[in-house]
């Protein structure tokens, strides 16, 4: 087995609160078999390889939990025009909104969309990302959903998990959501399941869209076919969404930003992770998750970007952190744990990655920088090297 030794690392502790230098770890097939002093790096042990860290803090890297990373097209000229006032409804009427992303990214070629979304993943890599979540959710048809799906399976650099979100708005050859769930459960996720292309469903609950009746019908199902589920949840009002997920035992309700006292003491009693996305809430102009009183009440929190064309068109993980900090009142070790631990939770991975815990995989950043460093000047991730399993992947 390849064994390599990390020395001279100063270790930053589980809670983000401190670092201890002069610390050691191995690595040994990817994943971590020692942590320790330096002083105690145990003896009559041959290493392949051996990286003198210098000193440099080490910290695990980043797990990107919600993105919509697959898809053709930008919208950008619509942002200016509902910048100036154009309702979303005359935006929609000129052809715009998610139907025009749907079109563009129905008609574009697999190989396209390849290197358009290796281009996000890159981006992401770039800014520590070691595991990145990708949705489908732009094509609303069996043809294409799993084209986009297969995308995902062709892109390289970070772990990807991939999410089946069919169920994120009505194509136009449907008349009623229903309908088009029942076509989703029927016909498209059948072959999502055979092809293996996702482990999880994800669906977009709120008034006069997928509203909470129909949404569990759909998600039983996909239960029942032994995806795991997620939900966009009480974005714009108390829509069900966040009932639903505590109900089902969902991995996470996400965006979590309408909550009642009575929520928030759920989610704190429950598995399901809170999902924030304030770079999104942003963008829409909307109010901010109460990531306070969830965190307060004992809630598990994670923080994600919601990358798209539409809401949310910024992979920035320094802006996300700074708005939790700032607009959220987050602390900076709370935004470090809800970037690592928390989303590795809400993703069903914990087990396997999201800290530094024996067995689990080697991902982990190193730099000159201090902690306070990151999540404070937006746009701006410190230098840093990038390790997956051990391996160094990039410097930034
Ligand atoms: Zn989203």
Known sequence: MAKTLFKNAKLVSSDFKSSDHKMAFIVEDGRFSWIGAQNKIPKKQKFQKEFDLMNKLVLPSFIECHTHSVFAGSRAEEFELRNTGVSYLEIAARGGGILSTMKKTRDESAAKLVKKTQMHVDQFLKQGVSTLEIKSGYALDLKNEIKSLEVIKKLKGPRFVSTFLG???????????????????ETVLPVVKKKK??????????QKFFEKGPAEQFLKKAKQMGFQITIH??????????????????????????LTDDLIQKFSKSKTVAVLLPAADLYMKCAYPPA????DAGATVALATDFNPGSCPTQDLSLVGLLARLEMKMTLPEVFTAYTSSAAKALGIFQDEGDFSLGKRANFICTDADLSDFFYSAGATPDHFLFICGKAVRRN
Do not use: M, W
């Not at 009623?176 to 029942?182: C, K, M, V, W």
């Open 167 to 185: 169920a994120h708005a009505l194509p136009p050859e449907f008349k009623t959501h229903a309908e088009y769930l029942d076509y989703l459960v």
């Open 197 to 206: 292309l996702a482990e999880r469903v994800d669906i977009f609950i709120e």
């Open 233 to 258: 949840a009480n974005q714009l009002s108390l829509s069900g969404g966040v009932d639903l997920a505590l109900q089902l035992n969902a991995q996470s309700a996400d965006h979590s930003i309408y």
């Open 292 to 295: 306070r009183k969830l965190l």
